[in-house]
């Protein structure tokens, strides 16, 4: 609290926005988190990314189940915060963008099939949601949607 800034230190900031996100996910899920955890939390995040407007919690705890979204909500509400309308938001479009590999001079490698947390390099960029796992959750968008109009019957 009484700590001045050290210009000095300054090289243990982040370098940009993408590496502040890279620091927060491995906070989030670091070396030896549970493969199981890990890949819950990248079905969350694709859920979230895929939807064209924020999504209410009970509709990613259904798609995904309840045990699954209580053991990842809390681990990404840094980045995915509910707001008091029970809805789960993105902090900001580059958060989506830097999962995603939206832009070019930052996604030069998509890992597909990845069961651990991604080291990204300073050089090359790896993005954490491959667009295969964002068509899957357009997919389960999909049918949750038309579970609710009652269209298909639920599983």
Not at 27 to 52: D, H, W
Not at 102 to 105: D, G, I, L, W
């Given at each position: 609290p009484n700590e001045k800034f050290d210009l000095r230190r300054a090289k243990a900031f982040p370098s940009g926005l993408?590496?502040?996100?890279?620091?927060?996910?491995?906070?989030?899920?670091?070396?030896?988190?549970?493969?199981?955890?890990?890949?819950?939390?990248?079905?969350?995040?694709?859920?979230?990314?895929?939807?064209?407007?924020?999504?209410?919690?009970?509709?990613?705890?259904?798609?995904?189940?309840?045990?699954?979204?209580?053991?990842?909500?809390?681990?990404?509400?840094?980045?995915?915060?509910?707001?008091?309308?029970?809805?789960?938001?993105?902090?900001?479009?580059?958060?989506v963008d830097y999962l995603v590999g939206?832009?070019?001079?930052i996604a030069k490698k998509v890992v597909e099939g990845r069961d651990e947390p991604v080291e990204p390099s300073v050089d090359e960029r790896v993005c954490l949601l491959s667009s295969e796992m964002i068509q899957a959750a357009h997919v389960q968008l999909c049918q949750y949607c038309l579970e609710v109009v009652g269209l298909i019957e639920s599983e």
């Open positions: 993408y590496a502040f996100y890279d620091t927060n996910f491995k906070r989030m899920f670091p070396e030896g988190t549970n493969t199981k955890i890990y890949n819950e939390g990248k079905e969350f995040m694709a859920l979230v990314c895929s939807a064209q407007e924020p999504l209410l919690g009970t509709v990613i705890e259904k798609i995904i189940g309840r045990e699954a979204f209580e053991r990842v909500k809390g681990k990404l509400s840094l980045l995915f915060p509910s707001g008091s309308d029970g809805r789960i938001n993105s902090t900001h479009k580059s958060v939206e832009n070019e001079t």
